[in-house]
């Protein structure tokens, strides 16, 4: 089968992706976002040659470059291509908003969230929200760009710069928590590997930010968490981040449509990039 791999370079992963492919016996090539081009009728597009498209990372851009790249996806899907994560959960995914709305609608435990425009919106959240938050972007991954807001003052000059610079303000409450988290990584509808993520004396657990990580053992419930918040969001492939309450309860904290696993692979024991590819490639996928 060929497939091809959308990325913003040729960086782990997708080197990773490239010896899994290889090893299935499958031609890979590799495609950045910001070279892609297209023409009406699509005949003889880059694209259209592939049996199999890979979404691994999606490239900063403009407004303009990211829906084209997303139109890009949606017409291969119209053509009858296997693209994985589709483009509509990339969509949902990418914007925490939509995630976090999608999963409490579904009835999925998620910490209380506030989204703003304005400054004084976001400080009466920020009071409502108990005056302790999680400012996040609203399209980031990796625990990058995240703080921790719990003195009011701090609270309002930061929202007035991100409002001053037409940004949406993201707020969520402050979960007390142990320490630790779980990152579930699901493909398939199926749970192929699970670590813990704790935290490097700080409230991130994020293994980009310092955390370490070992392999765990879900239980039976935890797994179906996982597998329904993925489901929710129609993701195929899902990285989705369970963060455990003071009562125990888990919250769905994130799902991610392009999730990384090279610290899961190492504390799993698990080849998840094959594990990727076989998915990607089997007669059976839908």
């Known amino acids: 089968m060929q497939i091809a791999i959308l990325s913003g370079?040729?960086?782990?992963?997708?080197?990773?992706?490239?010896?899994?492919?290889?090893?299935?016996?499958?031609?890979?090539?590799?495609f950045d976002f910001r070279q892609l081009s297209a023409g009406v009728p699509s005949t003889g597009d880059i694209l259209t040659?592939?049996?199999a498209i890979l979404v691994r990372t999606m490239p900063a851009g403009s407004l303009e470059q990211v829906v084209f790249r997303m139109d890009l996806l949606h017409e291969a899907v119209a053509r009858g291509q296997r693209v994985v994560n589709s483009p509509r959960a990339v969509e949902v995914c990418?914007?925490?908003?939509?995630?976090?709305?999608?999963?409490?609608?579904?009835?999925?435990?998620?910490?209380?969230?506030?989204?703003?425009?304005?400054s004084d919106d976001a400080l009466?959240?920020?009071?409502?929200?108990?005056?302790?938050?999680?400012?996040?972007p609203l399209f980031g991954a990796e625990g990058r760009?995240?703080?921790?807001?719990?003195?009011?003052?701090?609270?309002?000059?930061?929202?007035?710069v991100l409002e001053q610079t037409g940004q949406v303000i993201y707020l969520q409450q402050?979960?007390?928590?142990p320490g630790w988290d779980l990152r579930v990584f699901v493909i398939g509808g199926r749970v192929v590997a699970a670590m813990r993520r704790i935290a490097a004396q700080d409230?991130?657990?994020?293994?980009?930010?310092?955390?370490?990580?070992?392999?765990?053992r879900l239980r039976p419930e935890d797994a179906e968490l996982a597998l329904r918040a993925a489901d929710v969001v129609g993701c195929s492939i899902a990285g989705v981040d369970l963060l455990p309450g003071t009562d125990g309860e888990f919250f769905v904290i994130e799902v991610n449509a392009v999730p990384g696993w090279r610290?899961?692979?190492?504390?799993?024991?698990?080849?998840?990039a094959c594990e990727v590819v076989r998915f990607l490639t089997q007669e059976a996928f839908a």
């Not at 409230?203 to 765990?216: H, L």
Request: hydrophobic content about 45%; some cysteine.
């Open 49 to 51: 040659d592939f049996d």
């Open 203 to 216: 409230w991130r657990t994020n293994v980009a930010q310092g955390g370490t990580a070992e392999a765990v």
């Open 124 to 136: 009466k959240a920020f009071a409502a929200l108990g005056g302790d938050v999680v400012l996040k």
């Open 145 to 160: 760009g995240m703080c921790r807001l719990s003195d009011a003052e701090t609270a309002w000059r930061t929202f007035r």
């Open 263 to 272: 610290a899961l692979a190492t504390a799993c024991g698990v080849d998840v």
């Open 94 to 118: 990418v914007d925490k908003y939509l995630t976090t709305a999608r999963l409490a609608r579904a009835g999925i435990a998620t910490p209380p969230t506030a989204v703003c425009q304005t």
């Open 174 to 177: 402050f979960v007390p928590h």
């Open 9 to 30: 370079g040729t960086g782990w992963h997708v080197q990773d992706l490239r010896r899994a492919a290889r090893a299935l016996r499958h031609e890979v090539a590799v």
